[in-house]
């Protein structure tokens, strides 16, 4: 044994063993294993101890297990050891571990049906394999249907898929989604839908041929072969269909737990509906032939439903809805047929009943006579050479005729509807190539087998040998391709297995011979097998104890064949009779169904068999003959031609396998069976090629991957320049045995083994290093550690003797502070007591003096007090005398300012009536001017000297008015002197008299006056104690009431917030969405258009043109139909309508459907744009609801504000205005008697009120507040029952105000008359309440003025209110009136509004009025002013007005638009205008001929070229071009020439991208230009929000004539179209560059390893594969980035490419990632980690952080972390679950699934942490897809980006031959 064997049969070595009931079992090498032992020693993995016995004979070893890292491979053949159990194992782990129902074996997809419904099959997974490499991506029946699609485009040869396996293994699915692939990628060439027919016949057809089994629930009972036609250009053009086998007998007959074919079912499912009342049809229990089964309900399935769908595929087809009733009527009578029941009459005749209900119904539905059907089902007809006689026939008989009839006439049936199929799916292209699409069983071995089960088996012994040659063929062309020498493969041939079969003197030529035999019989025909065969074949075998059936060898297994029911069912005969009946019938379907009858080629009935499951062979051939020889032709001979046509199909074409796999009987899902598994391996020819393969060299390196991969393996000086040779001296060294290995051109060929040894050695090489590393960050982690203690125990000790150190200086300070603290103590204590005696001394000595004082200074209190009312009583006297001498100054003053107030109103309403007639007059502006400026001067003159006499004579009436003010008090002073004089001696004599009188009693009243003042004191200050309490009690409540609204305030407005964010974020997301729909409609349209041009061109190429003839571009868009087009495309557009003439000769329905579509497609699009707009409304209206909202959630904190602002305001600012002047009046009044008696009595009253007011303001600042607390407490909590005592409580506060005003001033009152005087003189009773009165009258006189002042500010403001509301109404009405108008209703108003301003202020003061005059004279010289700027202004428009009413005239006159220049006027009397001109300076505008126009276009569109003269332009400089010959245009009122310009701009560019569309330099140019186009429309269109940002110069160049709002919204989608074609290119150019530079290509050299590949990498499909890097990638995105820069493409634009080139980049790594389970895995997460780190690297250099194309990477970045991140512990679960936020639950699972260990090191994810996650994440409520949407592109937007630039200072340079081009 060589040294490798041995090396690998060692300790630990993983071995397979045989089992009975896992087939193969892993076991493990407990002890090494020498040469020459019998047995091995080995350990289970479930722990038990073996002794594996070697067979004596031939001393095999057991099979080796592969390495970890290659089990679950994609491809078998990737396997270093490639046996039968190590095949199982890899399906099993892939199938059960991660999911994976597909798997490559060399060039068969292997395909396990999951009974699942499984989320692979979408559109996005068929984008994502459109394109690709087979090896590149995961296994998959697309990466098939890819493969072939592309092998038939590059090699120009047809191609086959050959789908086969078991029943209910899924090959009818699998057929299916190879031909929806087909349709989906490849399209169809016209608007015939062929795809969508070709997938319409699947639903026909598995109702008509498939029932459920019991191994399926669809099973198809028939095979079936359809090529799918493509032309030239590879696009589907029709089909066809071939069948073979269909199961006639399971019409009449179904096992337990089967049905028949879905339509009966469907039929009775549908019987309630009234279409179906004539079929009387009922319950499916209650027909023979749809209730033996006893299962005539499928699960989860509707039949209902499915009929639906299958006559939705019937009209899809062309048959209609006739046809379709007259199917289910022959199929309604079959069902019926099975029901009649036929009757013994004796034993050897048998009857029907008369008047039969079913016989009658079936009569009825097919058009037959009672009478003849029921004679001819239990009769026949016997002819010889010269009578024909009527034989009756026996019960059993008779009921197998009537069984025979019904699966002819269903057999007919099914042949017509496939031939209508066929018809349907041909169309008049012609074909160029085809795919075929072969969906048949696989090989099949049952108890019972019969003739059903020898053709099928036949059938897959031709389809086998086909496949071995094929196998063969691929290996020897590869040993041939890489010049190896090479050896011949032994393989199976199975050809003499075939010879038994059809050769002379085989079976079927003996079955053949025995059924024209007069008497033969299937035991004849047995015994002529025996003696022909049994002992010339040693393939043929005969039974020990049966000598009715025969034994055959076939590839798969051996097959006992019983031949009972051999000749019948090979003769195939049914009753002639019959079908005469049937053809004389008068319903036409079944007569169309039988017309041919005669001129079958083969029989299509079938005799009843002996029970169980029959089959009926192939549908008739195309080519009919007339012949007898050939209609007697049997079943055998029928096959057997047919199968060798379809042999010489496949033959013809490339086939590719499919090989579907049944995992167990019982329909679980995801559950594995190793015996049903392997029997399927071996029947399938799966392990045949897997034995092929190990036979020759299946493992395959190239030298770069074998390089990367076992580079450990060399040492430094072994590694040369040159890989392959290095490689070869290695592999020596390595590898003994030179026959374990190949060198080829490109690759090293491997014997089997030899991986798993070379991986050994890498593993054990990579081990020594790991345990070296190790060793050495293990010391150095301990040396770390030692160093870390070290440190730690010096630390501690210096920390402990730190702290005994602080511990003794501490007590030290202790005892200092100690004695220090004793000392202060006692010098406390002596000066405590000293202090005590000292206080004691001088609080007597206070008393004492104190009450010396107080006598004091009561006794000169009263004095002063009596004083002070003196004065009070004499200053009221004074002010009554000067109020009445103020008032009637104020009226004399009042009735002269009125007179000249009239007077001044009469000449400024002269001045108002002279400017309005100056305006009307119009005439000689520039000398009223001048006149206007001369009497402005006049007017200042006069101004002044006005002023001068005014100033005189109002300094001369302020000295008058002094003068007279000092004569008025001074003869009020003697006046008032002689009153008091005379008043004095007798009030002095009465007094006196009464004082006498009264002192005693007086002095009796004293006492009671005293006490009742101490009661009276003690009561107020109860009451003052009360209201303190009720004072802190409100404050309290109040500081509750504050915190609980400041607390509900901050939780209403942080709900607010939500809500508002929510909903906003909900608004963005819908408006995003309908932007998206727009311009995904927007796209659509396009496509439309372009299809519509190539149908036009293919139309104009097919007819010969004139010359000079020219098509019209159609490629505008939809929008541009509202305007009309310029004269110079009246001849291009005469030449469409021809175009379209001829292409509507050719195909009129073609046309009408494009119309159609059109049509729809601009009505979708106005709906669309209109529901956008309707968005936008309802977010603006829903942003202002949330305002709302917001505002009414913080209407408490608004009312407190608003009640604190309007009351305390306006009454604070009264009363402290109030109190003012009664200060300034005592102070005053005081000032001017300081000398008299009772002053002081003044100042302490005024002392008094003062501090009244101010706890009124107090007062009922508190009130106030508690007020405005409990409303908005009301409002936000709505809680009644808790406002109810608060509520109360403020209504008595609020009406205590006055009475508690009353009682302060009363209290003052009462401390003043408690002084020694007036004890010693007390008042009377009623002296005392009329001071009283006389408080409460100054109280009361004080509140009606503030309520007066109050009143006069609420009407100021409705004064102010309804001024602006006549404002803004004079401001609409202004905005509604034409300009002209305008500005003299605004002159008007504001001559008005400064008229009523001069009145006002000449009614107050005389002054301020003259300047009010002044300052209105020089706004009336302003508004003069605007009125001359505006004069050109209301020219244009009187000339616009002028146009349009002439245009008004004449399309009323019936006449064509454009005979009138656009410059000619209406004849009006035009009021001269001395306009300045500067004739040298340029507007910014180009003016050019209208027969210049194509001209312009195409030099500065069509011919422009961004690679050569547009580089050194201006940015923007065509659309700047453009936009000053469209100002131009629109300056002389040119609608016409406006029109036709944009609309041949328009066209043009789209002309200019359609012809280069895949050049980015041209795309991104125009979309630069069509922008800047864009902005300049709206810079200069005259709106305020887009001119902010213009200067003076700029806002004179708007445009003045035209509104082109309109023609906006056409440009804006044009420029979505070319950000479309623009994404569409950069994907294009991208694509290539992604998988190759992000996944492949390792960035981060030795950290990915390199894993064997299989065959799948050395097809011819990856010959041609790119090597591009990261480094391609970001070179191309710097070149896209520099070119939209060079192009002035606007900063937000390039933005928004960039997102999309990164959303790009990121979904198709992802995709990739996805659908490759050889890219996840460790390493490959840091290589993409790290590839992501360069994008956003590239992103910070570019200064496009901030463009959000970052987090269009995040779902890869989790990917990449996912696949670094532990997976083993719960923890670890949570936290992938919370960093995969942007991942789906689907995309995590996979990837999970995918991971793959690259490395012996790394670990697999187990099953039960795949299933922890998906348990936690299986809340998330997300899209079940896998993929992202790589077609998805972001709505785009254009932000307004005013230009700087001044169109004036724009100089054309002649590269652009734009010279007939005029300034102007």
């Keep these: 044994m060589n040294r490798e064997l041995e090396y690998m049969f060692l300790e630990s070595a993983r071995v397979w063993i045989p089992d009975a009931e896992d087939v193969w079992k892993s076991a493990e090498l407990t002890k090494d294993y020498k040469n020459g032992d019998a047995s091995l020693q080995l350990m289970l993995e479930d722990g038990t101890n073996i002794e594996h016995t070697l067979d004596p004979k031939t001393k095999n070893l057991p099979y080796l297990r592969n390495p970890d890292i290659l089990v679950g491979e994609n491809d078998l053949t990737a396997l270093s050891y490639l046996h039968e159990p190590a095949v199982l194992h890899n399906l099993k782990v892939r199938f059960i571990d991660s999911k994976l129902i597909y798997t490559y074996c060399g060039i068969v997809l292997v395909a396990i049906n999951p009974y699942e419904t499984l989320q692979i099959y979408g559109t996005d997974i068929i984008n994502a394999y459109s394109g690709q490499n087979m090896g590149d991506m995961d296994p998959h029946i697309f990466a098939v249907a890819e493969e072939a699609y592309k092998q038939m485009a590059r090699d120009e040869r047809n191609q086959s898929i050959i789908v086969s396996g078991e029943s209910g293994a899924g090959k009818t699915v699998s057929a299916k989604y190879a031909m929806r692939y087909f349709a989906t990628v490849s399209g169809s060439a016209s608007e015939a839908n062929v795809e969508e027919k070709v997938l319409a016949s699947n639903p026909i057809m598995e109702a008509i041929g498939n029932a459920k089994t019991t191994r399926n629930d669809n099973s198809s009972r028939f095979g079936k072969y359809i090529e799918i036609g493509f032309d030239h250009r590879y696009r ?1010 005024l002392d008094q009120l003062n501090s009244s007011c101010e706890e009124l303001d107090v007062r009922k600042e508190e009130v106030l507040i508690l007020r405005s607390q409990l409303v908005s407490q009301k409002e936000a909590m709505h809680h009644k029952e808790t406002m109810t005592e608060p509520s109360v409580y403020v209504e008595d506060v609020s009406k205590l105000k006055d009475a508690d005003e009353i009682k302060q001033a009363y209290v003052g009152l009462k401390d003043t008359n408690r002084s020694p005087r007036f004890m010693r003189k007390p008042l009377e009773v009623n002296d005392l309440l009329s001071r009283l009165r006389l408080l409460e009258h100054q109280l009361q006189t004080q509140r009606r003025s503030h309520d007066n002042e109050v009143e006069s500010l609420r009407g100021e403001l409705q004064n102010v209110k309804e001024d602006n509301n006549r404002q803004q109404q004079l401001l609409a009405q202004n905005l509604q009136l034409p300009p002209e108008a305008r500005i003299e209703a605004s002159l008007q108003h504001e001559i008005t509004r400064l008229t009523n301003e001069n009145l006002e202020l000449m009614a107050d003061d005389p002054t301020a009025s003259r300047e009010a005059r002044v300052i209105i004279l020089r706004r009336m010289v302003d508004l003069m002013e605007q009125l001359e700027k505006q004069d050109r202004t209301i020219r244009k428009l009187k000339k616009q007005l002028k146009v349009y009413s002439k245009r008004i005239g004449e399309m009323g006159a019936g006449q064509t638009e454009g005979q009138t220049s656009p410059g000619q006027m209406v004849d009006e009397p035009i009021h001269p205008v001395n306009i300045p001109r500067r004739e040298k300076d340029f507007q910014g505008m180009l003016e050019y001929k209208k027969e210049d126009e194509l001209k312009l276009v195409k030099n500065l569109i069509l011919e422009l070229k961004p690679r050569g003269v547009a580089v050194n332009l201006i940015p923007g400089l065509p659309a700047y071009v453009l936009f000053m010959c469209l100002r131009h245009a629109d300056y002389v009122n040119d609608d016409q020439k406006v029109r036709t310009l944009l609309t041949s701009t328009i066209n043009s560019i789209k002309k200019i991208l359609k012809k280069r569309g895949d050049d980015f330099e041209t795309v991104s140019f125009w979309l630069s230009n069509t922008c800047r186009f864009l902005h300049c429309l709206k810079q200069y269109s005259g709106d305020e929000a887009f001119m902010k940002h213009n200067t003076s110069r700029q806002n004179e160049h708007c445009l003045s004539n035209f509104d082109l709002a309109e023609y906006r919204q056409v440009i804006s989608d044009l420029a979505i179209q070319i950000y479309q074609q623009l994404i569409k290119c950069m994907e294009n150019i991208l694509q290539p560059m992604i998988v190759s530079g992000m996944l492949e290509h390792e960035t981060i050299q030795g950290v990915s390893g390199v894993k064997p590949t299989g065959l799948r990498k050395r097809t011819s499909s990856i010959a041609d594969e790119g090597t591009y890097t990261l480094d391609s990638i970001l070179r191309q995105l710097s070149a896209f980035h520099s070119t939209m820069c060079q192009h002035g493409t606007d900063p937000e634009l390039i933005k928004q490419v960039v997102k999309q080139q990164f959303y790009i980049i990121g979904a198709v790594t992802l995709n990739n990632l996805l659908l490759r389970k050889d890219m996840c895995s460790w390493s490959k997460g840091m290589q993409i980690r790290y590839n992501v780190s360069q994008l956003e690297e590239w992103l910070r250099d570019k200064g496009l952080m901030m463009c959000g194309a970052k987090e269009t990477l995040e779902p890869l970045i989790q990917a990449a972390q996912l696949l670094q991140v532990k997976k083993k512990t719960d923890e670890d679960a949570e936290a992938i679950c919370s960093m995969c936020q942007g991942l789906t639950t689907a995309q995590i699972v996979k990837v999970l699934n995918l991971y793959t260990p690259v490395n012996e090191f790394e670990e697999r994810v187990s099953v039960s942490f795949i299933r922890t996650i998906q348990t936690r994440l299986r809340d998330r409520c997300e899209s079940p897809q896998l993929l992202m949407d790589t077609k998805m592109i972001y709505p785009v937007t254009f932000p307004f980006n005013p230009s700087s630039l001044a169109l004036e200072t724009i100089q054309i340079p002649g590269s652009l031959n734009l010279g007939f081009l005029t300034r102007v």
Aim: aromatic share 8%; glycine share 4%.
């Design 236 to 1245: 589907i053009i029709g089909a066809n269909m071939r069948t073979y086998l269909l199961e006639k007998s399971r019409v009449i007959f179904q096992a337990d737990e089967e049905r028949n074919y879905h339509v009966f079912y469907q039929l009775c499912a549908s019987s309630h509906l009234p279409e179906f009342k004539t079929l009387r049809l009922s319950s499916a229990n209650n027909f023979l032939y749809t209730r033996q089964g006893r299962s005539p309900v499928i699960y989860g399935v509707d039949d209902t439903k499915e009929l639906c769908t299958t006559r939705n595929a019937f009209t899809l087809l062309g048959i209609n809805e006739s046809y379709q009733m007259g199917l289910f009527q022959v199929l309604a009578a079959i069902l019926h047929l099975g029901n009649v029941e036929i009757k013994d009459r004796d034993s050897d005749s048998s009857l029907i009943a008369p008047n039969n209900n079913h016989l009658t119904a079936f009569c009825e539905l097919v058009g037959v006579t009672y009478q003849d059907m029921s004679q001819w089902l239990c009769h026949r007809k016997l002819k010889t050479a010269t009578e024909t006689y009527i034989k009756p026939l026996p019960r059993l008989q008779a009921t197998n005729a009537r069984d025979a009839l019904s699966k002819h006439i269903y057999a007919k049936l099914f042949n017509w509807i496939v031939e209508h199929v066929n018809k349907a799916l041909i169309t008049n292209v012609k074909q160029h190539s085809f795919i075929g699409v072969l969906d048949i069983y696989g090989f099949e071995t049952f108890e019972i087998n019969s003739f059903e089960q020898f053709c099928i088996n036949y059938a897959n012994e031709k389809l086998q040998q086909q496949f071995n040659m094929h196998v063969f063929k691929l290996e020897q062309e590869e040993y041939m391709k890489e010049q190896i020498p090479w050896t011949l493969i032994d393989f199976y041939d199975n050809q003499p297995c075939i010879n038994l079969i059809e050769a002379k003197m085989g079976i079927l030529d003996l079955l053949d011979e025995e059924c024209k035999m007069p008497r033969g019989s299937d035991d004849t025909w047995a015994q002529k097998l025996y003696n022909t065969h049994l002992k010339t074949c040693s393939l043929f075998e005969k039974p020990r104890m049966s000598n009715r059936a025969f034994i055959i060898q076939h590839f798969a297994d051996k097959v006992e064949y019983q031949c009972d029911g051999f000749l019948e069912k090979n003769k195939d005969t049914v009753n002639e009779e019959q079908i005469k009946v049937l053809k004389a019938s008068k319903f036409d379907l079944l007569v169309e169904l039988f017309q041919d009858e005669e001129k079958a080629t083969s029989p299509t009935g079938q005799v009843p068999g002996t029970g169980g499951r029959t089959r009926l062979s192939i549908k008739p051939n195309k080519s009919r003959e007339t012949s007898s020889k050939e209609h007697k032709k049997t079943v055998g001979c029928q096959f057997r031609n047919s199968l060798q046509m379809l042999m010489e199909t496949l033959n013809a074409t490339t086939p590719h396998y499919v090989r579907c796999i049944k995992p167990n009987d019982f329909k679980l899902a995801f559950t594995f069976d190793p015996k049903r598994a392997v029997q399927q391996l071996r029947a399938c020819g799966v392990l045949e090629t897997i034995r092929i393969s190990a036979a020759g060299f299946p493992s395959r390196w190239t030298y770069q991957e074998f390089f990367s991969r076992y580079r450990v393996l060399m040492k430094q000086k072994d590694v040369l320049p040159d890989k392959k040779l290095t490689c070869r001296n290695v592999l020596e060294k390595l590898v003994q045995d030179q026959d374990k290995y190949q060198f080829g051109k490109t690759k090293i060929f491997f014997r089997a083994g030899q991986v798993a040894y070379l991986e050994k050695l890498r593993a054990d090489k990579l081990r020594v290093a790991c345990i070296r590393i190790q060793k050495t960050i293990r010391c150095w982690l301990a040396r770390k550690k030692y160093l870390r203690q070290r440190s730690a125990a010096i630390t501690i000790q210096r920390f402990t003797r730190g702290y005994q150190a602080r511990c003794l200086a501490k007590f030290m300070r202790r005892t200092n502070a100690a004695t220090t603290i004793q000392k202060y103590q006692r010098m406390c204590v002596e000066r405590k007591r000293y202090r005590q005696k000292q206080a004691a001394a001088l609080a007597m000595q206070t008393i004492l003096r104190g009450y010396m004082a107080r006598l004091k200074y009561q006794g000169l209190l009263r004095e002063h007090k009596v004083v002070v009312i003196q004065k009070i009583v004499r200053g009221w006297l004074a002010r009554c005398w000067y109020k009445r001498c103020l008032y009637s100054i104020v009226y004399l003053q009042c009735c002269i300012r009125r007179m000249r107030a009239r007077r001044e109103l009469k000449k400024l309403k002269i001045e108002a009536r002279s400017v309005e007639h100056f305006k009307k007059l119009n005439k000689g502006m520039e000398n009223k001017i001048m006149q206007l400026q001369r009497r402005i001067d006049e007017q200042t003159k006069e101004n002044r000297s006005v002023n001068e006499k005014l100033n005189s004579l109002e300094s001369s009436y302020s000295a008058e008015s002094e003068r007279m003010r000092s004569e008025v008090n001074r003869l009020r002073g003697v006046d008032e002197e002689a009153k008091n004089k005379t008043k004095q001696v007798s009030s002095l004599q009465e007094e006196l008299e009464r004082l006498r009188r009264e002192l005693s009693t007086t002095q009796q009243e004293k006492k009671t006056i005293e006490d009742w003042a101490q009661t009276y004191r003690n009561e107020m200050e109860k009451m003052v104690s009360e209201l303190k309490d009720q004072n802190g009690l409100l404050k309290k409540e109040k500081d509750d009431l504050n915190r609980s609204i400041q607390e509900q305030s901050q939780q209403m407005t942080e709900k607010m917030a939500r809500a508002i964010a929510e909903e906003t974020q909900q608004l963005e997301t819908d408006l995003n969405e309908e932007r998206s729909r727009y311009q995904n409609l927007l796209t659509e349209h396009l496509r439309l258009e372009e299809k519509y041009d190539d149908l036009k061109e293919r139309t104009l190429a097919s007819n010969v043109s004139k010359p000079g003839h020219r098509r019209t571009d159609s490629t505008h868009s939809s929008n541009e139909s509202e305007y009309t087009y310029n004269s110079e495309y009246a001849e291009l557009e005469e030449g469409s309508r021809a175009a379209e003439d001829v292409t509507r000769g050719i195909d009129t329905s073609l046309t009408l459907k494009l119309q159609k579509r059109l049509t729809e497609l601009e009505q979708e699009k106005q709906s669309l744009r209109n529901e956008l707009e309707n968005k936008e409304e309802q977010f603006q209206r829903a942003r202002a609801r949330d305002d709302v909202a917001f505002k009414k959630a913080r209407g408490a904190e608004l009312e407190y504000e608003s009640l604190k602002r309007q009351e305390l305001e306006s009454e604070n600012k009264k009363l402290k205005h109030n109190l003012a002047e009664m200060r300034q009046s005592l102070l005053g009044d005081a000032a001017t008697h300081a000398g008299a008696p009772g002053s002081p009595a003044y100042k302490v009253l």
